[in-house]
Each structure stands twice: as C-alpha cells, then as structure tokens.
C-alpha cells in the first residue's frame, strides 16, 4: 500500500502550500480534496442548483468528472482553477461539505487517489474518514488572525480587493460551521500531530512535516 500523509486543518491555514512542497520533496502525488467540494459547489451554481437542495446538490457530485492536469483544474473543459479559489466558492464549498450524502458522494473518488509512491491529502477529514490508515496524520493549524493576513496577500496578488476585518470574520463563521457540522466536524483525527504555523514560514511547515515523515520511514 502506498504511504499516505493526510493533513487535515481549518481554511486558509497553508494546507495546499504545505501539502504541494512536501510532495515535491519526496515524488508523491498530491489530493486537494477541498478542490472537491469547491468543484461541486461551482457545478452546481453554474448549473442553477439551489445549494440547499441536498438531494440536487447531491447528484451533481455524482455526476461530476473533473479534470485535474498541468497544475490546472477542469470541469466539463473549462478551467476553473481561478474560480474555486474565491471566496464565495469556498464559502459555497463549506455548505455543501456539511451534507452526509454529499460526503459519500466524492469518498470513493478521493480513495482512488491513494497511489503509488505515495499521497499526501489535505483537507478537513483526511486522516479521521478517508485516510484512517494513513502512515502520518497532522493537524495543521494557525490563528484566524495569521490566516486572515495570508488570505489577504494572496488576494491583494490577484489583484482583489478585501479587508483584514472581513476576512478574520468570514474565517472565524467558517471554522465555526465546520466544526460543528454533524458529519465530519473539523478537529484532530485519532494519532494525529498538532502543527501551528501560525509563526512558522511555509519552508520552516514543510521542513517540520518532512522532518516527521523520515522519523516514520528513515
């Protein structure tokens, strides 16, 4: 079985970064699985599904076949790699996450990606539900404050304008939902190691995360 590294942790806390460096390092294959959800709230919304309908919600995740190449993101051709990444698709990405149906729905497609040489996953639930095997589980953490800077700068790069104050408030109603959602809340998987990056550079995350990795597989 190929080793899996699942990094779970609340939005903006450097999950892709962190995951995408790490497997760089060591030739492992990468699953954003918030890209999932992301995508399947964009289906939907282009597809004029009511985000409160769980059943149609539903049966867009069944259908959906995305395309992951080149560092790009496709749905049905068109690449939406920019368009996940808003605001609003994460905040969309959050509602439907909270649906158990839903859930089931993008399991098995997320599973599949557990290949050789190996995976490192992030998302919320990676090491809790998906990847409950999963050689080294970590729980990737940082301040809403920390997150909200991070988000910030990301954003003013791309050109869109926001505030620090807004952000901290829509992370804060975000970590909120998924923490008390009834399927999956957000919060340590069983065995997993607590990493705050909250003073941390992405090099220092990455390096900490190798460092526990070749304590496992010297």
Known sequence: MADIIAIDGPVASGKGSVSAGVAKVLGFHVLDSGALYRLAGTACVKEGVSLDD??????????MKPLFKDGRIYLNDEDVTDVIRTEEAGL???????????????????RRCAQEPGLVADGRDMGAVVFPDACLKIFLTASAESR???????????GIDSKIDDLVSDLKERDRRDTERAVAPLKPAEGARILDSS???LQETIDKVLSWYREIRP
């Open 148 to 158: 909200a800077k991070r988000r910030y700068n990301q954003l003013k790069e791309k």
């Open 199 to 201: 003073e941390l550079t």
């Open 92 to 110: 969309n990405a959050s509602q439907i996450a909270a649906y158990p149906t839903v859930r089931d729905a993008l399991f098995q497609l997320q």
């Open 54 to 63: 769980q059943a149609a919600v539903t049966k867009v995740a069944e259908n």
